[in-house]
């Protein structure tokens, strides 16, 4: 039975905790406040306040109907922009990072170590690093200012964390499962097909909640990479915060801020639970 005294430790850390979460939802709780408050509102108090009206038309002009990049069709298609780079570059990433960590974890070569050490080692390369080579690639190949082109960056920058998810799971599968497999004649890929993907629910999972949420807040490629009509909606927001440099407009812009962040919190409501044991999966033989 659950032992639910509360022993000055046991409040102690609930203290901490709940004051960490705090600290975490302050700057969480002051954009939502302000999405819903007016601009004049916000200009005759402080950033921080509870709306005395609550302005719900600051969505709708942030979504469809305020000017961003001298075009004023709100944020909306800037989603749709991240959405056509987000969704595929997840499943791209998430299926040959579970190939790549299925061919290092079970099949092993000469080589395998070194080739999973490379793959992994874009881990710990700084973003600035790889602009310059992406810059020349993406130039040369015709994909400069491209949704395709930052499919492609995430694609293979995804590959690094997928790998490394897919082949720290794979290595718990038990050998044994792939040599009979091999003996009833199964190649490479119809063991992956059979037998590996069935058992990959868990870390698939960890992987596409990772990426999604990682592609979908990334910045600085889309700022760099593309302009105009082909930026990500994390880069548009920055161009509606110059479009409203003159006259700020708090209200409009954290409601945008909101509607940006609304698919990875759906992803982490929707899916948090699932992160966290897929992350544990494998981790006790």
Not at 200 to 213: E, G, M, R
Request: with cysteine; aromatic share 12%.
């Amino acid at each position: 039975m659950r032992d639910r005294s509360f022993t000055p430790n046991r409040i102690l850390i609930y203290l901490v905790v709940l004051l960490v979460a705090a600290a975490w939802l302050a700057p969480l709780a002051v954009v939502v406040l302000n999405s819903l408050r007016s601009n004049e509102e916000i200009a005759q108090g402080s950033m921080i306040g509870w709306p005395q009206h609550w302005a719900w038309s600051n969505y709708l002009a942030a979504w469809s109907g305020f000017c961003v990049a001298e075009t004023c069709a709100g944020i909306r298609p800037y989603m749709l922009n991240s959405a056509l780079v987000t969704i595929p570059a997840t499943i791209f990433s998430t299926l040959l990072g579970a190939i790549a960590g299925y061919a290092v974890s079970l099949w092993r070569f000469r080589g395998d170590t070194w080739i999973y050490g490379i793959v992994t080692l874009g881990l710990f390369l700084p973003q600035q690093m790889r602009l310059l080579p992406w810059t020349i690639v993406l130039r040369d190949i015709g994909l400069i200012n491209t949704l395709a082109g930052l499919v492609l960056i995430h694609t293979i920058q995804g590959l690094s964390f997928t790998t490394l998810f897919c082949r720290n799971y794979y290595v718990a599968i038990p050998h044994e499962l792939i040599r009979a497999a091999r003996i009833d004649g199964a190649g490479f890929f119809r063991i992956f097909w059979r037998i590996i993907l069935p058992l990959s629910p868990p870390i698939l999972v960890v992987t596409v909640i990772w990426q999604f949420t990682h592609i979908w807040n990334e910045f600085l490629y889309g700022v760099t990479f593309t302009s105009g009509q082909q930026q990500p909606v994390t880069a548009a927001l920055i161009a509606l915060s110059a479009a409203v440099a003159d006259i700020p407009q708090h209200g409009v812009q954290s409601a945008a801020v909101i509607i940006a962040a609304l698919p990875t919190l759906l992803i982490y409501l929707l899916g948090g639970k699932y992160f966290v044991r897929g992350l544990t999966a494998g981790a006790v033989k």
